[in-house]
Each structure stands twice: as C-alpha cells, then as structure tokens.
C-alpha cells in the first residue's frame, strides 16, 4: 500500500514539474507585458504593480496591430474556404472513382509524394514566377501559394475519410436523376461535416503561424501579416521587452482561441494524419 | 455515362490546378534554375551545365551549415522523442482530470508562431535563466547554440508528437499489462518488453517526421539567432535563403537546394523503412 503511495506522488510531482516547464514562458510572457520598464529591469519574477495597459497601447500604435490582424485574416479566411472546398472534392473524386481511373490514382500519388519536399527547393523558384507575374507584395498572390502548398495533405485526409462513408446514399440519388456534383454539395459534403472541421481546424492555425511563404512574399511593409511582422519588429524593439510581449500576447489570442474551441478536430487531424501517412 | 466519366476530373481540377501552380511547376522551374547562374535579379542568365553543383563540392562555405543540420538533426530527433514519448506516458494515467488538463497545457505550444517562440525563449535565454540561475545565455555560445534552438523547438512542437505516442499507448490492449502483472513482470520489464515494441508504429511516424522536419530547420533558426553567432547556427536551409537573398546567387542556391532535397527524401525513405521492418502485427 505504502509503495503504491510513493509512486502516485512522484508521478504527480513529475507532472506539476512538466506542467509548470510548458507553462512558464507563456506565463512570464503575460507577466512582462504588464510591467513598465523599470519594473522589468528590478525584477523579472515579480507580479506587476499595477495591471496597466500602456504596454499593449503601445503595442497596438507602433507595430501597426490592426493592419497586420487585417491582413492575416484577409489571407487565412479565404484561404481556408477555398482548401476545405477544393480539398473535399479533390478527396471525394479520389476516394470515389480511383479504382477505374489510373489518371486519379496518378493524381493521389503525385499528392503523396508531395508532401515530402522541402519547402526550400521551391523558395527561389517561387520567388522568380512571382516577380514575372507581378504577384510579389500582393496578398491574392499569398492565397494561391498558401492553398497551393495545403491541397496535397488535405485531399489526402480527406480521401480516408470519404472512403469510409458508404456509398448507397448517392447511388440512389443518381438513380433520381441527380447530377454528381448537385449530389455532392447536397448529400456527400454535409456528411464530410467533421473532417472538414478537422481540415478547416488545423490550417487555420498553421496558416495563421505560416512564415516560410510569407518571408519570401510578403516584403513590403504594407501586405504584412502577423507572423513576418512581428519577426522584423522583435528584431527592432528588443530594448523595450513589456511592450514586445503586448504584442506577442496580442498575436496569440486568437490561435489560442481557436484551439480550445476546436481542440477536438485538431487533435482527430493529427492522430488521423500521422497513422495513414 | 460518358458525362459522369468526365465530371470525376472536374471534380479534382480546381484543386490540381492550384497545386499545379504552387508546387508542381515551381518545381519543375527549380530543376531548370539549378543549372543556370541566375542572380535572382536579372532577368537574362544563362545555362552553365553542371558547373554549380561541381561547386557545392568545392564551397567551403557549405561545411559549416552542412555539419550544423545533422547536428540539429540528431539532437532534435533524440529530445524531440524522449519528451514528447516521457509527456504521453505522464499523460496516459489514471488521474483523469489532471491528464486532460496536462494534455491541453502539453499542446498549447503548438499554436504559437516559431517567430513567437524563439522570440519568449530569446528572452528567456537573455533575461531569466541569468538573471535567475546566474547561467550564460547559450544562444551567445558558439557551442551550445545548437542545443539551445533543439530546446525551443522541441518546446514548439512536443505537443504533436506527444498525441501520436498518446494514440499508440492508448492501442495497447490493457489485457497483456494484466496478464503481465499476474507473471509477476516489474513496470520496467512490463515498459520494455510490452510498451517499447507495440509502439513501434507511432515511432516509426514520429521519428521520421521529427528527422525531416529537424533537416530542414529553417524559421526557429533565422529568429532565434539568424545563423549566429558566426555561423555557428546556419542550417543548409538558410544557406539557401542567403544565396537568394543576400549573395545573389539564386542559380547556385537552388543546385544546393535540390541535392539536398534528393538528401532528404532517401533519408525519408530509409528511416522510415527500418522502422516498418520492426513493427509487430498483434
């Protein structure tokens, strides 16, 4: 019995430990961002004297907050319509007909195999088309790499999903002379409704976080999402901590948000991801 | 019926051809530029075989980045499995409560930026771990460096690895703990001779993906210390990065990027493949 007791203790003391090892740079990163400066300077662990907002002002006025918010909305949302649209039917397609059509099975392949290259072969390539189509700085052109680069994995959770729907509830609408798209946006696409979520879940905070398309895109100080913004203003206000940290806390809110509320198909999207590839 | 044989291509062709237009011909181009010796600004360059790749071989500017990407790579595949792998077994207990909360707070890193995170480690290296602990701040140390972004990243990204070892321990059939148990088996030998081997799928998915993320190491790298301190942190991917951006040399950067790529997916292929030819079928 004794035995048993020391064992449950040390376990939940390694758990607070590892608990309090994932919390604390978040933790001291939402104390900082209250502080003023010469609070900061006399003591890091302290909590703040007064719970001001000045910091966060700051922030706000100076790393011109709200346009970089604009933007990185501007290209995440459409982004993400336009993946779980395109996605879903390429999956569909792929799950549906692959059997008597070599060209999808083709299709399928090339999308796996995708998903092994590294970004970086395509960095200076992408850079080039760009600059000759004029869609350097632009945020349309940031859509089309961000959906571009996402459709591979997503079609690919798609297809295992669709392949387990049966498939006798089109085969009668067909029968009723339903044509096969009206028939998927009618009865396969609201049957897709929780992997969609997944879908829509999970690039929303991958796109949200996306840095590698945006530092080569997005250089003019005007097109900036929250991201690449924040990698040149960190490297600018390293002096005044406080308000780096309003920032940085400003910037996570809505990811943050959008975990807890969709924690359950982000988590499905992983496990599901990780056991088919 | 010829009508419903073409729909099933129409279907798939918006997808295509955003895929087409993002990856598949960037990528066909990147082939092409590889054998130039474009500057990245010019518009007219001209072909040169294979002159750049026989430089790859010849830059001695190449061993520093080459050396530190298989550093990261070890290191970040050797704590960014023990962690994740040590998180899951905490996880998966029969305190249930605080096991949700945990698996929440163990996930949370996930949805921060690498841009955010290596900026709260920065000052976590910088302020508070001297301030503190009266330590050095690592990110200074030509020698540590490395470890130092290992540890951030492996904080960023725990969380997902953690989930697949948490889906493949909760695989386990409780039936052979028991009867384990009932042989008189110690936690230890019940870890290494039941846990240890029918995890062998989750670690097949979870060390390949942590390799080849760790090989191409790029955005945690360039905002934690931008390859610094001299080049003490410059991973292969930033090499390439400054030859487009810095050296103007796009031509030589993309005959880099492409071997390197080559690189990658045979090291894909093989790990994953060593690790398929031990997983056990129950």
């Known amino acids: 019995m004794r035995k048993i007791r020391i064992s449950s203790l040390l376990y939940i003391l390694l758990m607070l430990l590892a608990i309090c090892i994932f919390i604390m740079p978040v ?66 397609t792929v799950a549906r007909h692959s059997r008597d059509s070599r060209a999808l099975r083709l299709l399928d392949k090339v999308y796996l195999a995708s998903l092994m290259i590294p970004f970086q072969i395509l960095m200076i390539p992408v850079y080039k088309i760009y600059k000759s189509l004029h869609l350097l700085n632009t945020l349309h052109g940031m859509i089309f790499m961000l959906v571009g680069t996402s459709i591979a994995y997503s079609s690919f959770l798609y297809v295992g999903f669709v392949k387990g729907i049966p498939h006798e509830i089109e085969e009668s609408a067909y029968m009723d002379g339903c044509s096969e798209f009206r028939c998927f946006w009618l009865i396969t696409f ?65 990811v943050v948000a959008c975990f807890m509320f969709m924690q359950k198909y982000i988590v499905n999207g992983i496990v599901v991801g990780a056991v088919k590839s | 019926m010829k009508k419903r044989s073409l729909t099933k291509y129409l279907f798939a062709l918006p997808g295509f051809c955003f895929f087409a237009f993002a990856m598949l011909i960037p990528f066909m181009m990147g082939i092409h530029i590889a054998f130039t010796d474009w500057d990245g600004v010019a518009s007219t360059y001209t072909f040169v075989g294979l002159a750049n790749f026989a430089a790859i071989f ?125 042989d008189g088996a110690s936690p230890c030998q019940q870890f290494g001779r039941i846990t240890l081997p029918l995890l062998m799928p989750s670690f097949s998915v979870c060390v390949t993906l942590t390799l080849t993320s760790w090989l191409k190491e790029f955005a945690t790298t360039l905002s934690a210390t931008g390859g610094g301190p001299g080049g003490a942190s410059r991973t292969i991917s930033i090499y390439v990065f400054d030859n487009l951006y810095k050296y103007y040399k796009a031509g030589y950067g993309q005959a880099i990027s492409l071997l390197f790529a080559l690189m990658l997916i045979v090291v894909g292929l093989l790990v994953s493949s060593f690790f398929r030819r031990r997983e056990i079928e129950l």
Not at chain 1, 206 to 215: H, K, S, Y
Not at chain 2, 94 to 107: E, K, Q, T
Not at chain 2, 143 to 167: D, E, P
């Open chain 1, 27 to 92: 933790a001291l990163a939402v104390l900082t961002s209250f502080k003023s400066k010469p609070e900061l300077a006399k003591s890091i662990l302290s909590l703040p004297a007064t719970w001001n907002l000045d910091n966060y002002k700051g922030a706000v006025e100076r790393s011109d907050f709200l346009n970089s918010l604009k933007n990185t909305v501007a290209v995440v949302a459409p982004s993400v319509v336009i993946i779980v649209l395109c996605s879903s039917m390429s999956g569909y």
């Open chain 1, 190 to 254: 609201p049957l897709l409704k929780a992997i969609s979520a997944t879908v829509a879940a999970l690039h929303t905070m991958w796109l949200w976080n996306d840095f590698n398309i945006a530092v080569i895109l997005l250089q003019k100080e005007n097109v900036r999402t929250i991201t690449i913004k924040q990698f040149y203003f960190f490297g600018k206000y390293t002096a005044d901590y406080g308000m780096a940290f309003a920032a940085a806390i400003l910037s996570m809110i809505p």
């Open chain 2, 58 to 182: 010849r830059d001695t500017r190449m061993y520093a980045p080459f050396f530190n990407t298989l550093e990261f790579a070890l290191l970040g595949t050797i704590i960014g499995n023990l962690i994740p792998l040590g998180l899951a077994l905490l996880v998966n207990s029969p305190y249930r409560r605080m096991s949700s909360i945990a698996r929440v707070i163990f996930f949370v890193p996930v949805c921060l930026s690498s841009v955010l995170t290596a900026f709260l480690w920065r000052f976590i290296y910088h302020e508070f771990f001297p301030k503190v602990f009266g330590c050095r701040n690592i990110l200074g140390s030509t020698r540590w460096v490395i470890l130092g972004i290992v540890l951030i990243g492996v904080w960023n990204t725990a969380g997902t690895n953690m989930l697949i070892y948490l889906s493949g321990l909760k695989n386990i059939p409780v039936e052979l703990y028991e009867a384990a148990k009932m």
